[in-house]
C-alpha cells in the first residue's frame, strides 16, 4: 500500500485521472478528508471537494511502478 498526494482540480484532469487509472486492476481509493471513494468510479470523484489536494491510496504492489509513472502529471511534490 502506498499513499500519494495528488490534485484533480479541472473537470478535464478529472476525466483523465480516471481513463488512465482505469487501465490498472489495483484497487486504487480516493480521500478528501473523511470521505472515501474509489479512485475509478467519476461520479465519486466529483462528491469529493476537488479545490484541495487529495489522499490517493494504492493497495497492492503489482502495478505499482506503472501507476506510478502513469500519475506523474497528478502527483504533488
Avoid: C, W
Amino acid at each position: 500500500m502506498k499513499t500519494y498526494k495528488i490534485l484533480l482540480d479541472s473537470i478535464d484532469k478529472v476525466k483523465d485521472f480516471v481513463n488512465l487509472i482505469n487501465r490498472f486492476k489495483s484497487e486504487i481509493d480516493l480521500a478528501s478528508g473523511r470521505y472515501v471513494v474509489d479512485a475509478k468510479s467519476i461520479m465519486g470523484i466529483f462528491s469529493l471537494e476537488l479545490s484541495k489536494p487529495l489522499l490517493l491510496t494504492v493497495y497492492g504492489e503489482d502495478e505499482l511502478e506503472d501507476i506510478e509513472n502513469a500519475l506523474e502529471p497528478f502527483i504533488l511534490n
